[in-house]
DNA sequence: CAGTTCACGATTGTTAACAATTTTTGTCAA
DNA sequence: TTGACAAAAATTGTTAACAATCGTGAACTG
């Protein structure tokens, strides 16, 4: 019995989220349109919103390499924001875990160690499962269409050999399938998840197994699809599987500090 | 009698602060001076943590009522800090979901409506059941002290009924249960799940059932000690199970949206 | 030369004043 | 009394100046 809602909430896909950055460009952009009564306006801070997806995007594509340095200046004049918003940003990103807060001395890309990494793993394996396995069992009444559309892009990704692309939506395979339970907390608990674990994998993964095998990814969809829930937790096991084997927990690669053209270009 | 949500004024004024510290649980509190001179660890803030861990601290034991008004100036003199620390938390604990900043309006305590409810415990479905089985199943490796600590903390406070205690510590069992596994992923997963599910009781809930029945938390425990994880399974879904039933999704017990209205009430 | 000290620049943390918005209050008229 | 309207108060949002801290490198001492 679990609630099939769909997710209006958090907006950002990702794919979306930034073609021109214009500094004070006082985007309203991404807000959900919603003069519902009872709810007021949303929540606002629209503009810290758009910086805090801006740097998520760029972690999950690898392209903010961990340990990197974020100083709040750097982001002003990125973003073409006051500091304050630029602190506000950071304090939720802390707050995700995606950055790390030193007092007085700034805030830094987080940089997952051996034992988080197992942390992060062992988590996934105890929630990803069952997931599945539900997502198959009441397939009939779930919109898979997001995910089906998600493996084409892959696919497309994958054809042109865009690697931040395909890294990216590796990673958002696996957040999608938490999305299509409809369940906000699923969803916030697996994007935690699986943002992580693409900060491990640029930590400790060998190159060529930066991104999953897209047909792994279809053939858990089709394992879905065709309500097959044994099947389909069995290929997700394996697939977790893959990717911890993959990483080399011993070598990790020494982080570089780039940021200015990261998180400018598009 | 219903009328047990008379928490009005913030339950966790400057004259309970004093002697309210209990040994227990978080690794945050202590030291509610705002001397600036505190530790000067590498986590930052350590007073906007102590804010939030106050907050949440009223939130699990239902002093704190849903839709209650968390105004900016109150904090300040209710915590004695700057309106940037009381600013701060309150951007945190919006970020856990706790509360909800309304632009130029304030913050309010989160009120979760009937269909956020269901998500909150499709999403402890999904992942608790795992959870006890992994612990009953490598229950030999793992201290379960801290669980049976805890259990006989329930009764005591069972024991000298006292409500505010017994109902966090209800909540708290099922964090601790998370603890248990040594992952801080799941852990702050369950924790974020179990406060939302404080809001739930005590928005639907009926009076008896504020809390967990003390002999479901320790029959969940022997399971596990006796490294039985189907029993613990079993147990643990029946015992959800007992506490979403006893919730009645329709008669929402109105909150009050501003702290005059229940002193005016005579 | 090695090591320490100290001052300077750069960065972050904090405060207070100001601006924008909402809420309340007061007044008047139907 | 009720409703509309406007002024006033209260609250939140924002900015900029100021304070505290850290990193660096030059100067100094042994």
Redesign the pocket.
Known sequence: MLGLRLIGDYAFTASESAKAINPESSSVSSIPQQSSIGKT?PN??S?ENFIVERIYKAVMEQRLAPNT?????RLCETFG?????V?RALLLLSSQGLIE???????YVACPDKSEANDVFAARMLIEPPLVRQLAQSSGDIDLTVLIDHIALEGAAREKDERTEIIRLSGEFHTKLAQATGNKFIFRMMRELVTRTSLIVGLFGSSQNASCPDDEHSKILRAIQSQNPELAEKLLISHLNHIQNGLDMESRQEPQDDLATILGSD
Chains 1, 2 share one sequence.
């Open positions: 306006g606002q801070g503009d340095k974020l100083s709040e200046a924001v006051g500091r304050m918003r602190r807060l030193q007092s007085n001395r700034g805030a």
